[in-house]
């Protein structure tokens, strides 16, 4: 299961990604996380290289690759891009007007994004959201139109209809000249002036990631809440917990100095001043605060604490480089180790190509001499009397030894009838489960893309000569779940061969594909293959792969 899916996510990955370089930071990234369990880390480190709409499926595509502890928090971190498409309807003659601004235009080779929302607008009442995509306006298309053009067809209708999906990014382009970069909501921040034909005006905000929390506080018999309020400068307007008493309700429910509060008793805070404030919060014995953990909390620090934050964050970050220039080093071993293993293949490639040519040249002399001593035989006994049915000659099954491997077939290939068909390599088409072999056959023809997805798959022939000595194991009906070389003995047939070796699945012999037989069926299989006709038996395998790659991201 765990190789499938790490089969699915690289699949995904080439689909996706073109540039090799941001392959290697996505799997080193990946790397990294493993060793740390830092989610906020990762899914940071992510969003450098899913930069665009189109690769924000790796984000599920990576979901399976989290711990299952952790994929709830991985939910809530990572953006979600909705297939399904929200239709509302905006009054644009309503007197604080659609409460929306856009970007974007076919000018800019993008779509039209909703880039800001005004809080308690038409669009925010009807749940449209910043970074929702357009889609359609009035019943029309507009994936061709330019931003001025979409904006005079809004202005057609009284009553203007939206068809929206959900992206979560939002174009970063001051001018049609640049090129397209893209923002998700959570780094984006938008001039109040924005929304024209320009697609300027964009900050990121660092990437802080601040919680919103609701507390209850209830004021009576008490002495207060035991904090204090301030309102945040012209830079960071708003209402901010400056000081935070030690037991007091205002630390048992959890505040903390540096919460921002945007909501008391359903009474929104962004615009209110500190003395409106302070009177919000004394007139109610009970109060509902929505606070949103540490927005401000840089505010109130210290010089102190500012240098040791800083120095904290410097630490991460010399660590952080540190990890990934350690992950670059391995990738590049790892490379090296790969690159070796290719010429490896390419060499057991080669010497199987001059094997299967001199195997090519002996079967056609081979063959002639047939065709010689048939016609011979049907000139001296075709008219004096029929030929004689051939012999069964079954094979001899060893019990398997006492160590492993699991199953050994020692078959004996000292009786064969002269006049059988070759290794079975003219069988018939119409045997179920066959597949005929032919001049310069491809053994990735016999099968699906499912099944040899990723596989090594290479026909061998094995000429006869004493016992096989192969011993198999697996089975469909096992774990395993395939028929697998466990051992191959020294002095056999398959030793002599060289081409196989314990570990390679065996996925055919001699035409018969052994994908979904149990044991005992392959164990047959093999059996009257070694004992039919012919100086040679064919097996389809695919070659087992080094162990140190196995499952490596």
């Known amino acids: ?114 880039s800001q929302l005004v809080k308690g607008g038409q669009a925010d009442s009807v749940g449209l959201q910043v970074g929702d995509e357009i889609i359609r306006i009035n019943g029309y298309s507009i994936s061709s139109c330019t931003h001025e053009e979409v904006i005079n067809l809004i202005r057609t209708k009284k009553i203007v209809s939206i068809k929206v999906r959900h992206v979560g990014m939002i174009p970063v382009k001051s001018s049609p000249d640049e090129p397209l970069k893209w923002q998700f909501v959570d780094q984006f921040v938008s001039n109040p002036g924005d929304g024209k034909n320009s697609v300027a005006g964009l900050a990121s905000s660092g990437g802080k990631n601040h919680k919103e929390k609701k507390v209850f506080i209830s004021l009576i018999g008490t002495k207060g809440m035991g904090c204090s309020v301030s309102s945040g400068p012209t830079q960071k307007p708003g209402i901010f917990i400056s000081n935070v008493k030690p037991h007091s309700l205002s630390a048992e429910v959890g505040l903390e100095v540096g919460d921002q509060i945007v909501e008391v008793n359903g009474m929104d805070f962004s615009n209110v001043d500190h003395k409106e404030a302070v009177k919000v919060l004394k007139s109610s014995p009970t109060l509902t605060i929505t606070v949103v953990t540490g927005a401000g909390r840089e505010l109130f620090m210290t010089e102190e604490e500012k240098q040791r934050d800083e120095y904290r964050h410097e630490m991460e970050r010399q660590e952080l480089m540190r990890q990934k220039r350690l992950a670059l080093e391995s990738n590049k071993i790892v490379k090296e180790q790969q690159e070796k293993e290719k010429l490896r293949k390419l060499e057991i490639a080669q010497k199987a190509a001059e094997e299967e040519e001199r195997y090519r040249k002996e079967m056609e002399q081979i063959t002639a001499e047939e065709e010689k001593l048939k016609k011979q035989w049907e000139e001296d006994w075709a008219q004096k009397e029929p030929p004689k049915p051939p012999r069964t000659v079954a094979a001899e099954v060893h019990p398997p030894p006492p160590s492993p491997p699991k199953h050994r077939l020692d078959l004996d290939a000292q009786d064969h009838h002269v006049a059988d068909d070759l290794s079975g390599l003219n069988l018939k088409e119409s045997q179920k489960g066959f597949q005929k072999y032919v001049a310069d056959f491809d053994p990735y023809t016999m099968f699906s893309p499912d099944q040899i997805m990723g596989k090594d798959v290479r026909l061998l022939h094995i000429k006869k000569e004493g016992s096989l000595d192969l011993a198999v194991e697996g089975g469909i009906n096992s774990p395993i779940g395939k028929i697998v070389v466990s051992a191959v003995y020294e002095g056999g047939a398959a030793d002599k061969h060289g081409g196989i070796v314990k570990g390679d699945e065996i996925m055919a012999v001699n035409g018969k594909i052994l994908l979904d037989v149990k044991l005992e069926e392959a164990q047959a299989t093999l059996t009257k293959a070694w004992n039919m006709g012919g100086d040679w038996i064919d097996l389809v395998i695919s070659v087992s792969p080094p162990k140190e790659y196995d499952d490596e991201m």
């Open 1 to 114: 299961m765990e190789r499938k899916v790490a089969r699915e996510f690289r699949h995904k990955v080439d689909l996706l990604i073109d540039n090799d370089a941001e392959k290697d930071y996505l799997y080193d990234v990946l790397r990294m996380y493993h060793q740390s369990m830092n989610l906020p880390v990762l899914v940071g480190d992510l969003k450098y290289v899913i930069n665009e709409p189109s690769r924000l499926p790796l984000f599920e595509a990576i979901r399976p690759l989290i711990p299952l502890k952790h994929q709830v928090e991985y939910d809530q971190l990572t953006p979600k891009r909705s297939r399904k498409l929200k239709e509302v309807r905006l009054d644009r003659l309503h007197p604080e007007g659609l409460g929306i601004s856009v970007r974007g235009g076919v000018e800019f080779r993008c779509g039209l994004f909703i």
